[in-house]
Nanobody, 113 residues
Framework: QEQLVESGGGLVQPGGSLRLSCAASGSTFGMYAMGWYRQAPGKQRELVATISGSITYGDSAKGRFTISRDKNTVYLQMNSLKPEDTAVYYC???????????WGQGTQVTVSS
């Protein structure tokens, strides 16, 4: 059973930066991608970025966010943050052993002055 532990969320002013981290523990056999999604109040969960053999960014992240990975930890560097980036950010691990994937508990990011 995979466990994902996220960290790095918080309150930041518009234009500021945050770095999110997500560490996967347990067996990583079958893992082929990790990524970040976010969900704002009243909205559907949306893709922020994923990384496997390639990197995919959602439209909201392009040019401002950077995803990276080191072994079983995935990072999301977020720059030039805007109030509309306020959301709960979820880490996801995609595995051949679990079509639904594994989700972290979420970390709150609030962008406000």
């Amino acid at each position: 059973q995979e466990q994902l532990v996220e960290s790095g969320g918080g309150l930041v002013q518009p234009g500021g930066s945050l770095r999110l981290s997500c560490a996967a523990s347990g067996s990583t056999f079958g893992m082929y991608a990790m990524g970040w999604y976010r969900q704002a109040p009243g909205k559907q969960r949306e893709l922020v970025a994923t990384i496997s053999g390639s990197i995919t960014y959602g439209d909201s992240a392009k040019g401002r966010f950077t995803i990276s990975r080191d072994k079983n930890t995935v990072y999301l560097q977020m720059n030039s943050l805007k109030p509309e980036d306020t959301a709960v950010y979820y880490c996801k691990l995609d595995s051949l052993l679990n079509p639904a994937g594994y989700w972290g508990q979420g970390t709150q990011v609030t962008v406000s002055s």
